[in-house]
């Protein structure tokens, strides 16, 4: 059965540090991985794209990885903060350009 | 940025009405809208796929008869849960795309039934 299972549901961390978020999928061949951020009560803000032939995307201090031999996605926060702390949701795009989503990993920085 | 605005934010009904959601593209032209519905701790499920000016597609599992929805115009689609129960209360998210595919999401709507 198709999967995308995010590593934990929750995840505290100190300020300051580097938080990673990982994405982990089953029986999808997507063309593209997506992460979003979501606030309590919001809908999905788009964070980073990238795609099946690409290995990391950067923006600011955000930082995605793509292995599509492991089936796997790391979403890297450096020098994290407490503004960050949200939920955090991949979401894989297969050609027919339907997004599924991952369960996410509500995120806490801690000052 | 392209923005996508629902209405109603929240909306509480009695069991066995039915519930209007709307959901805008306010700066774009959408030519094709997403519905998906959220339950707490849980992630986002597609109920359906809708082209402007034809049916929508619907996830398996979802019913087309009591999710009606209409998508008559690239910048509206409407939302509408029929008969309502108490297990259709859920956070309701619309998302749109133009010419260059990207979903843009709105802010949601929180449904509870009473």
Known sequence: ?111 | GAVVSQHPSWVICKSGTSVKIECRSLDFQATTMFWYRQFPKQSLMLMATSNEGSKATYEQGVEKDKFLINHASLTLSTLTVTSAHPEDSSFYICSASGITNEQFFGPGTRLTVL
């Open chain 1, 1 to 111: 059965s198709q999967k995308i299972e995010q590593n934990s549901e929750a995840l505290n961390i100190q300020e300051g540090k580097t938080a990673t978020l990982t994405c982990n999928y089953t029986n999808y061949s997507p063309a593209y991985l997506q992460w979003y951020r979501q606030d309590p009560g919001r809908g999905p803000v788009f964070l980073l794209l990238i795609r099946e032939n690409e290995k990391e995307k950067r923006k600011e201090r955000l930082k995605v990885t793509f292995d599509t031999t492991l089936k796997q996605s790391l979403f890297h926060i450096t020098a994290s903060q407490p503004a960050d702390s949200a939920t955090y949701l991949c979401a894989l795009e297969t050609g027919a350009n339907n997004l599924f989503f991952g369960t996410g990993t509500r995120l806490t920085v801690i000052p």
